[in-house]
């Protein structure tokens, strides 16, 4: 069940994207977490334990939203635009699928 409803701004274009492999559509200016929590009632199962988490400072401050695309990246969902074809997973890929990914750095840790 979805936590976010949208009441406004319902003319903007949509953008199709995936979560958990459902198609699910978003509108353009929308981040990744509202297009997720408009669909869904949390953007990941947390690592330790399971819990869903749906971000918490919705300013890139807490690091409560981070996300895992199918191919292993992550993204940060309160500050990254969801881009048409985007596909969102809210629990990790096994580290045998994405090997490197899980043990990667935050983008933010990498040298610039
Ligand atoms: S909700 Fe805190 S960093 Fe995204």
Redesign the pocket.
């Known amino acids: 069940m979805a936590i976010l409803k949208r009441v406004a701004e319902t003319a903007r274009p949509a953008v199709p994207f995936t979560l958990d492999g459902r198609a699910c559509t978003a509108l353009a200016g929308d981040t990744v977490?509202t297009a997720v929590l408009t669909q869904a009632d949390c953007v990941r199962h947390s690592e330790f334990g399971g819990a869903p988490r749906?971000?918490?400072?919705?300013?890139?401050?807490?690091?409560?939203?981070?996300m895992q695309l199918e191919d292993g990246a992550r993204v940060?969902?309160?500050?990254t635009s969801i881009a048409p074809g985007m596909r969102l997973r809210t629990t990790p890929l096994a580290p045998a699928a994405a090997p490197n990914t899980l043990a990667a750095a935050w983008p933010e840790d990498e040298a610039p």
């Open positions: 977490l749906a971000g918490f400072c919705m300013m890139g401050a807490c690091q409560d939203c981070w940060r969902a309160c500050s």
